[in-house]
């Protein structure tokens, strides 16, 4: 089991990488394309995808990955895509 450290590095790591992946998304379904779609036309592992863009993959490979995603879904151009607050969050389910 997971201790409690292990999972607070994790988390740090998805909202430090997170907007990088949401970026790579929204850029693919702009050109009509899914990730997992994206993936399989170009026989990538899609979790290994998703690791390399979140950053819990780091080596020469991950990187590489990483810059063929950010180039193909054009999430370089895509402005940043800010966080909704928690109070936000919480108003929109009420």
């Not at 909202?15 to 990088?20: A, F, L, Q, V, W």
């Amino acid at each position: 089991m997971p201790s409690k450290k292990s999972k607070l590095i994790k988390t740090h790591i998805q909202r430090k990488h997170g907007d990088i992946i949401d970026r790579v998304h929204a850029g693919l379904l702009l050109q009509g394309l899914s990730f997992h779609q994206f993936c399989e036309e170009h026989d990538i592992n899609r979790n290994n995808a998703t690791r390399a863009l979140l950053g819990t993959w780091q080596g020469k490979k991950a990187k590489i990955l990483r810059s063929k995603l950010i180039q193909a879904s054009h999430a370089h151009r895509l402005p940043h895509i800010a966080p909704i607050p928690e109070q936000a969050k919480r108003n929109s389910h009420e």
